[in-house]
């Protein structure tokens, strides 16, 4: 009887683990906690979260699936129009100021259907289920310019790699708050070319920041780094020798030495 016990507790705590990794949060709910309290109680529980995964998983994938009869009858940018609005997100048409969003409620107007041959410039994906799926809606964008994808749950490293659609337009990527995003997954950014401005605060998997702050700056020579500073992560002795090395890069440094290093010298010279 132990053994069937520790076997079905094992078994729960197990699930309990690939419910949390599957959660977009990083801190579990509060419903999530007291699932976890009674899987070391009942059975049954186990049951109840392995539900509870697979409805999110299938909502997720619902919510991505290509939008193939509103491109074959309405266009590309229509399509990927009513796509954005219909995950909560919010984007701007080439040329205009106006920003279409929804309400609330995730309600909007189809006032964006008297656009048809405009291409869409900003995005801003914040908080949204959008996965790499989804990007066969967007691949169609290729004057998209601004890209904000703060705090999206799905957005890992297959998604960061087929960003590379948009490596001849894309020039500004939000990607802070993303908590699956790892080290090896920011390197798919090197095919972004153009890319002028890349904000990657706060991603949990980030032990060092400030490293990998260097890194992409050695990556993207052109992009402007924000959201890490080169001491987050780093000791003492690492973030000395980070300012050594970038003023020692600094074309004005050594001028400088010179110049003070010969004034010292003449010093000594009229005390002499």
């Not at 109840?48 to 997720?60: G, Y």
Request: with cysteine; net charge positive.
């Amino acid at each position: 009887m132990k053994v069937t016990w520790r076997s079905c507790h094992r078994t729960s705590w197990s699930v309990a683990r690939r419910y949390l990794s599957a959660s977009p949060a990083s801190p579990p709910s509060a419903v999530t906690r007291f699932l976890l309290r009674l899987r070391q109680q009942f059975y049954d529980v186990e049951q109840l979260m392995t539900w509870s995964a697979t409805f999110r998983n299938r909502a997720v994938r619902r919510k991505n699936l290509f939008y193939g009869f509103a491109q074959q009858n309405y266009g590309d940018n229509i399509a990927a129009a009513y796509y954005i609005l219909s995950l909560k997100g919010s984007f701007r048409f080439a040329g205009q100021t106006e920003w279409f969003q929804p309400d609330a409620r995730g309600k909007f107007s189809f006032d964006f259907m008297n656009f048809p041959t405009s291409m869409i410039e900003e995005v801003d994906l914040s908080g949204t289920p959008i996965n790499r799926d989804g990007l066969d809606n967007l691949v169609s964008q290729l004057h998209l310019r601004r890209l904000s994808l703060r705090g999206c749950p799905e957005v890992d490293g297959w998604f960061l790699t087929r960003l590379h659609m948009f490596n001849d337009s894309l020039e500004e990527l939000d990607i802070s708050h993303c908590p699956r995003i790892t080290v090896g997954a920011l390197c798919a950014l090197q095919h972004l070319r153009k890319l002028h401005r890349l904000n990657m605060s706060s991603i949990p998997s980030l032990q060092n920041p400030g490293l990998v702050r260097i890194l992409m700056e050695e990556m993207l020579p052109h992009c402007l780094v924000t959201g890490a500073e080169y001491s987050q992560g780093l000791s003492l002795e690492d973030t000395t020798q980070t300012i050594t090395t970038h003023s020692s890069t600094d074309p004005g440094a050594q001028p400088q030495e010179e110049e003070s290093g010969q004034t010292s010298a003449k010093r000594q010279g009229q005390m002499q």
